[in-house]
């Protein structure tokens, strides 16, 4: 059975920092294809982040800059670090697989965690 657990969230003053974790398990191959997603009350669901086999990333605009994603394969691990963190940042937070694709261009997200919450006050 495939999982993807994500933890970390919280909430931060704006300015500040937090990381967010995601655990996968059930996937017997690690070199595949991650992303971060979030969605806020009321928006549509938005790529935050992906990351690929070569660990090529790509960020949205909004946290260019002021997040980072990596990826630790041997763990099967994907990581969020969001830093000068703001109000407009919070919402709750979804780590995703495009497996077993090795690069992110098709971005056919089939595995989805449930979600932290991120809440960033001002």
């Known amino acids: 059975q495939v999982q993807l657990v994500e933890s970390g969230g919280g909430s931060s003053q704006a300015g500040g920092s937090l990381r967010l974790t995601c655990t996968v398990s059930g996937l017997t191959y690690t070199d595949y294809c991650m992303g971060w997603f979030r969605q806020a009350p009321g928006k549509e669901r938005e790529e935050v982040a992906t990351i690929d086999r070569d660990g090529t990333t790509t960020y949205a605009t909004s946290v260019k800059g002021r997040f980072t994603i990596s990826k630790d394969k041997d763990k099967n691990t994907l990581y969020l670090q969001m830093d000068n963190l703001k109000p407009e940042d919070s919402a709750m937070y979804y780590c995703?697989?495009?497996?077993?694709?090795?690069?992110?261009?098709?971005?056919?997200?089939?595995?989805w965690g449930q979600g932290t919450r991120v809440t960033v006050s001002s």
């Open positions: 995703a697989a495009d497996y077993p694709s090795t690069y992110c261009a098709l971005g056919n997200w089939n595995f």
